[in-house]
């Protein structure tokens, strides 16, 4: 039986935004092995259903549009749109799709930026579908993407998802919202919940993360003996319609293509049916929840096996499992990358291969200064191929990084290479090239051709925000809610 902690969720969650950004050193195992071997993971798309503000989006919900499937090719229209500097205006089709002609336009070689792509251009139209709706955290709109998220990303369907962001006091917004390649534009994938029906309790917590009405659900029921580990109460949903709250989800989200679903392994795990358009499972990560899914989850989708790779650190403590997408199950499997010397460490999937790459940091900030350890992952074969701590090139040193904001990292199929973008000791957004060639991999100064991707002022927090998109044989950047995306033509 789940017994109740002395700490109650609701007194400890305001504090581990203090602790997340612990590092320290490394594991693991050789033989090398090229990324660029790897054929891209295969994914299917389906066409979503309708979501609503309410429960499950039935009656009484708000329901959006029907969430397009995956776009295989451009538009045949005649509006090419306009390309001025580095600023690209797309032209569509009747359809929404940007047109190949226009596409053409976007030279290769250099950051170039997309008009008209801002995230927070949504809020108008979540007003109108759900009125009164309001965001009650600090960061607004731009929390949703700078606030210790990051994106689940469908390479195949050429899509992303920023999906429950904000958390804490950052942003209060649980919506779901995707951008399609594609169309080079943000939708509504699913509503956030009707706000007018919060109490002035929620309304006015530190962290948007926890419900007090639901944690008190939680401690009756666990008072009770009736606690069940599936779909039962919990401080991270909220009482009045049992969607998920707001939270920080940091690498924890991803796209599974068998289900068609969206799966966050953050606080529980939750799945979300894009064909339902309604969350329709949630899960402890045990019942002696503790020490578990907290903060700087990092998660992967086997497909092989169809099950969810997890490892989690922050203030609980390093965590590890992995979760059967068939069974419902936790199989008590760990991860390569579980443990302190991973905690906020950038990660980037390309076929069967992930890279996982924790920042250098100067050994003057302490003893658990981060070392630059790598790891090159098989998920179909379940084993590290290659391990390593970095050396530099250009000059580099472990001297020049401050403690970071958790970087991001993208890898390169025509350069096989890896390009991160992490914090500098100058607070701004440093791009670095990872050579996974040499041995060790080799760590350098990125240069390019015009302006580089930035977020908003003081944030170097990326994630997994670099997407490399087949489909288009470029790089995707989604920047902060106020600022336009960002491509990168090969």
Same mark, same amino acid.
């Given at each position: ?21 612990? /590092? ?11 990324? &660029? /071997? #790897?054929? &891209? ?35 045949? !229209? ?64 731009? /929390? ?7 994106? /689940?990303?469908?390479?195949? @369907? ?7 962001? !904000?958390?804490?006091?950052?942003? &209060? ?42 944690? #008190? ?55 979300? &049916? ?80 992930? @890279? ?135």
């Amino acid at each position: 039986m789940l017994k109740s902690s002395l700490l109650s969720p609701r007194l400890w969650l305001p504090l581990v935004g203090l602790t997340v950004l612990f /590092a320290a050193c490394g594991d693991p195992s050789e033989t090398p092995n090229d990324p &660029s /071997a #790897a054929s &891209s993971s295969s994914g299917t798309g389906g066409s979503g259903g309708s979501g609503g503000a309410g429960g499950d989006g039935g009656e009484g919900g708000v329901k959006p549009p029907t969430p397009p499937g995956p776009d295989a090719e451009w538009g045949t !229209g005649s509006e090419t749109g306009t390309l001025e500097g580095n600023v690209w205006t797309p032209g569509r089709d009747e359809s929404g799709l940007v047109n190949a002609d226009s596409w053409a336009l976007v030279p290769s070689g250099q950051w170039i930026e997309v008009n008209g792509t801002r995230l927070d251009a949504l809020d108008a139209e979540v007003k109108e579908k759900v009125p009164g709706w309001n965001d009650y955290g600090s960061g607004d709109w731009n /929390a949703v993407t700078v606030a210790w998220n990051a994106p /689940a990303h469908d390479p195949e @369907g050429s899509r992303a998802w920023w999906v429950s962001s !904000g958390g804490h006091a950052d942003s &209060s917004n649980n919506g779901i919202y995707r951008f399609d390649a594609f169309r080079m534009a943000y939708a509504i994938e699913h509503l956030p919940s009707d706000t007018t029906q919060w109490s002035e309790a929620y309304k006015s917590v530190s962290t948007y993360t926890s419900c007090p009405e639901s944690s #008190a659900e939680y401690d009756a029921a666990v008072a009770a003996g009736t606690l069940k580990e599936e779909n039962d109460w919990f401080y991270d949903e909220l009482y009045w319609d049992r969607q998920p709250t707001a939270r920080h989800t940091y690498s924890g989200v991803v796209y599974v293509p068998k289900t068609n679903e969206l799966v966050m392994a953050v606080r529980r795990l939750w799945r979300y &049916s894009r064909d339902e358009g309604k969350w329709v499972y949630k899960r402890l990560p045990a019942m002696d929840w503790q020490n578990k899914l907290g903060e700087e989850s990092l998660a992967i989708y086997d497909e092989y096996k169809d099950q969810l790779l997890v490892a989690s650190c922050g203030s609980n403590g390093p965590w590890s499992n992995t979760f059967d997408m068939n069974t419902s199950n936790w199989t008590g499997e760990g991860t390569s990358w579980n443990g302190w010397d991973w905690n906020g460490a950038a990660d980037a999937r390309f076929g069967d291969f992930v @890279g996982i790459f924790k920042v250098p940091e100067d050994p003057a900030t302490g003893q658990y200064a981060a070392k630059g350890l790598y790891q090159l992952f098989n998920v179909k074969e379940r084993k590290v191929v290659q391990s390593g701590t970095v050396q530099y090139a250009d000059g580099l040193s472990a001297v020049d990084f401050p403690v970071g904001d958790s970087a991001g990292m993208v890898y390169i199929p025509p350069l096989n290479r890896y390009w991160v973008a992490a914090r500098t000791k100058e607070a701004k957004l440093g791009w670095f090239e990872l050579n996974p060639t040499t041995e060790p991999w080799t760590l350098g100064r990125l240069v390019q051709d015009g302006p580089t991707p930035t977020l908003t002022d003081g944030n170097t927090l990326v994630r997994r925000r670099i997407l490399w998109m087949p489909k288009l044989h470029a790089l995707v950047f989604l920047g902060a809610a106020e600022k336009n995306i960002q491509v990168y033509r090969f």
